[in-house]
């Protein structure tokens, strides 16, 4: 428990993605079987303890502290778990020594309900105070230590000097505490073997593109497709999965929970890669409608209702127990089309192909693209087979041109890690029409990337000279200078004080040269919300 | 028992806590006629005091920080008796750092210690604390919740010394105060068996210098000026709180932010300043301590100051002792980081 504990506690502070990294696979490669693989499966989301609740917690170290000094503590450390962890009163240790954590994971599965406090509370009087914090985040599962499952097998691959992708094939056939995984990556065995229907298959992805008559590609060996604004999947679906089949993303992670209605419409046998929408009588709603559904352990029957989920099929990897991937992508999309009318699977469609002779066209379909629901084009050579990872010189992404506004400079904040030194993270506004001759300035949204680091040294240097107020790490500085701000998409929200939000904003350029007086409007910005309703249509974009 | 209540003639003016039979004030915030001083921290040791009475140490320390200030300083060894007007003073360790003084008062059979900001950990750059039994104690309230419950400072040089083996190339840079924690840290981590240069800040260098010319052994120390950016991968660097956030860092490969002081404890605290690797080091008392010195003291009425005293009253109550908050002027929270 101790060397899990030291690990959460770096993390909770580590922000550098490579630095976490380090930790992890450090603390895996000194760490034995079974603990590493329950604190690989406590970070990648794989373990859940259903008795263990934060007010069974309470309710112990009520038994322990007095009340008034336990509520003086709570107000001030703001966290259930952490409080517990300190205030809770030291004994002597009763010889026993603190318990590993396979013991407490494996103790805590098999435990009825009824002896699940008494066993904490005897763990908790063998543990120092890191020990206790990670105990109890461990058993109310919130680590919360911005470690992504992605980035945890990323450091066990780096382990065993492996590529990500072989970690994710045979994931999703592995339970904790992954003694196969393990033996491989120690190379004592050969990889674990999984059951073909369970597994995510690592996907294929695109490199960005600016122009592709400026790269030399010849529009003749390309298919185009719209690259659709949900998240991308993959549905593996099989008819002796026996549990229905999975609903993957992007990073392997199972998100079939959040989809019952995309999951009861899977009944077939075939694993698939394609775009997952919130489709509305036949419209694509905006992006913010599927974030909704994200996220969800549980969803509601109303949230089906109001937010229904539709696949749009880009792809097919495996008809059956048939491997496709290595067909090329025009054969591939035959096979798609043929099963796809065949099966005729609801809540299904597949992602129109673009009729385009060379660039100019495609360039002109791609600029009138401006709805919210498509992000820009998709090209793949139509020769290319379906490859992990981002092959070179196989499928490309031409997003559309991000929309700009200039704003105004608000505030700045100092950044984590490297960037600690560095006023980074910029909120920016544009003013508001005031009806009487007072414009006023409000935030429409903040930034803290799409500079680089010679310009993020000239903002340092301004925000230092131009600061009128401080808070804390936030400077509020003289409303002077001008951003222009890149950004996807901006929707209404209810939760901003400006009334929109945009989606991905990132500085452009900094307008050195623009009076603040010259900058936009909330107006102009409101101009380009995008409603449902004027996206294009799923069967003609 | 004392023949007049130690209230009728310890007395709380805004510049501070007056005795009134010796005619002088114990750290007055301003500049007063007469003063004794318990520690050299900014917040209990202030410039411009006619009459200063502290350990050698102390004034040493004031000397330094206050160019040649204060003029008229009597030094009084740990032990000492002497006679000031009516009353009589002494002067006894608070293991809080070099040269730091309870401040012992005793006027007619009754006696007062003002104990300013102590510790009751080993600390091996200065002498532990001493309980006096006292009819009243003033003590600090810094980390008075029973969440602060300082570990074992051996576990977190060893945390450190994990991270400098498993961050190599990164120069650890730790925010500490620059009288006790730093000198403190730097013992400790020679404790430990490291041997190797610790690189300084130059806020830090002349404080060091200080504790070395009182007997106080530090090893290697290099200012951080003289050496190339790159020689300071993987070496261990101290500098203010101050200087972490701000530009000075830059001149650091890498640098992997850390702090020692007892706020580390608390996750929220330790995030807000850009910590990295909070370690739990602290200069003061933690909760079981305060709890055990006022056992130690058995003073039947007790003043706190300095901190968090709503629950230091309560549990003190709740042992049967008067406590009351006593409520100083500019001294809110310990100004010497924890
Ligand atoms: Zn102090
Ligand atoms: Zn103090």
Redesign the interface.
Known sequence: MRAFADLIERLVYTPQRNAKLRLIADYLAHTPNPDRGYALAALTGDLRFTHAKPAMVRELVAQRVTPELFALSYDYVGDLAETVSLIWPEKELDGGGPPGLAEVVETLTQAPRGAVPGLIEAWLDRLDANQRFALLKLITGGLRVGVSARLAKTAVARLGDRDPAEIEEVWHGLEPPYRGLFAWIDGQAGPPAVAETQRFRPMMLAHPLDDPAADGLDPGAFRAEWKWDGIRVQLAAGADGGDGGHLYSRTGDDISGAFPDVMAAAAFDAVLDGELLVVRDGVVAPFNDLQQRLNRKRVMPAMLTRHPAWLRLYDMLFDGAEDLRGLPFDARRQRLEDWHARVRPSRMDLSPQLDFADWDTLAALRAGARADQVEGLMLKRRDSAYVAGRPKGLWFKWKRGPLLIDAVLLYAQRGHGKRSSYYSDFTFGAWRDAAADAPALVPVGKAYFGFTDEELRQLDRWVRANTVDRFGPVRAVRPDLVLEVAFDSVHRSTRHKSGVAMRFPRIHRIRWDKPAAEADRLATLEAMIVESAKGPAATEP | MPETPITDWLEVRPQGLFVRPGGFFIDPVTAVDRAVVTHGHADHARPGHAHVLATPETLAIMRHRFAGDPAGAQALAYGQRLRVGDATVWLAPAGHVLGSAQVVVEHAGGRAVVSGDYKRRADPTCVPFEPVTAELFVTEATFA?????H?PVAGEIA?LLR?LS??AERAHVIGVYALGKCQRLIAELRRAGYDRPIFLHGALEGLCRLYEAHGVVLGPLQPVTAVERRALAGQIVLAPPSA???????RLP?PL?AAASGWM????R???R?????LVISDHADWDELLATLDAVAAPEVWVTHG?E??LI??AQ?RGIRARALSLVGREEAEDGG
């Open positions: 919740l029973p969440v602060f419950r570990p945390r991270s498993l961050f972490l956030a701000d530009r000075w860092s830059r890498d932010t404890r608390v996750r929220q330790a995030r807000q850009g910590v990295e690797l909070p968090r709503e629950a309560f549990a709740a």
